[in-house]
């Protein structure tokens, strides 16, 4: 069961801005498959997490590197999934191209340079892994 667990917690979606994220899981094979934040895995809790951790994320990568990144003006794509070792995680994939099925299916932004950016956020361990930034030299 790739949900792991019940879809029935409650979120407060004004808390979020749903405009910009679009919700998926992952099938058996990785597949993203898109889902209603109604219908989420994730709780309240969870997307919070993901927010703080995302935000050190950034935080880190500016710090290392002399091009920033932010998540202004980026849609976000939000794949959850529990991996090997049975925890939670959210692939997070952000960028800028307009695309008009942005919400049901992954987009890959190579062109943008320095816009799109992906990690991993393991909502387990209260981590947010290296942030790859696309076309970075």
Request: proline letters at 2%.
């Amino acid at each position: 069961n790739q949900t792991g667990g019940s879809s029935e917690h409650h979120l407060d979606l004004k808390k979020f801005d749903t405009s910009l994220i679009a919700l998926f899981i992952s099938d058996e094979k990785g597949y993203m498959i898109p889902i209603e934040f109604s219908k989420s895995p994730l709780s309240e809790d969870d997307f919070l997490a993901i927010e703080s951790l995302l935000s050190d994320g950034i935080r880190q990568y500016n710090d290392q590197h002399s091009y920033p990144i932010s998540l202004a003006h980026r849609k976000r794509q939000y794949k959850y999934y529990i991996n090997e070792s049975g925890e939670k995680e959210v692939w997070v994939n952000c960028f800028c191209k307009e695309q008009s099925d942005w919400r049901s299916r992954q987009v890959i932004d190579l062109d943008s340079y320095k816009c799109a950016f992906d990690t991993r956020i393991n909502l387990s361990q209260k981590k947010c892994e290296r942030i790859f930034v696309s076309a970075q030299l």
